[in-house]
């Protein structure tokens, strides 16, 4: 299994990247997709989460309305739209995978398995 971000880089505030996660080695269109984020000194975090169906999505009260998540189950990809980026959204963002959704339940040890991370710095 194996699960490759990529897409970060440097921006200035307000502007927006978009992140991109291939997914090789698993029934990509059966496993809901999240993408995570760690700042330095700070523990990770649940940014958004999509269903196996591309139906529900589930974002951080930090990133609604801001970030988007989507999937491509035909490419195995996941995305995260990012717009209206911050310095507070400054970190590496990863994604992850998991084969039982639980709403609500968006805990890092609830997911299966991780990609490398991708550095997103947002200047100010």
């Known amino acids: 299994v194996q699960l490759q971000a990529f897409g970060g880089g440097l921006v200035q505030t307000g502007g927006s990247l978009r992140l991109s996660c291939a997914a090789s080695g698993l029934t990509f269109s059966s496993l809901s997709m999240g993408w995570f984020r760690q700042a330095p000194g700070k523990e990770r975090e649940h940014v958004a989460t999509?269903?196996?169906?591309?139906?529900?999505?589930y974002y951080a009260d930090s990133v609604k309305g801001r970030f988007t998540i989507s999937r491509d189950n035909a490419k195995n990809t996941v995305y995260l739209l990012m717009n209206s980026l911050k310095p507070e959204d400054t970190a590496v963002y990863y994604c992850?995978?998991?084969?039982?959704?639980?709403?609500?339940?968006?805990?890092?040890?609830?997911?299966?398995?991780w990609g490398q991370g991708t550095l997103v710095t947002v200047s100010s």
């Open positions: 992850a995978s998991r084969s039982f959704l639980r709403v609500g339940n968006y805990a890092p040890s609830q997911y299966d398995y």
């Open positions: 999509i269903s196996w169906s591309r139906f529900s999505t």
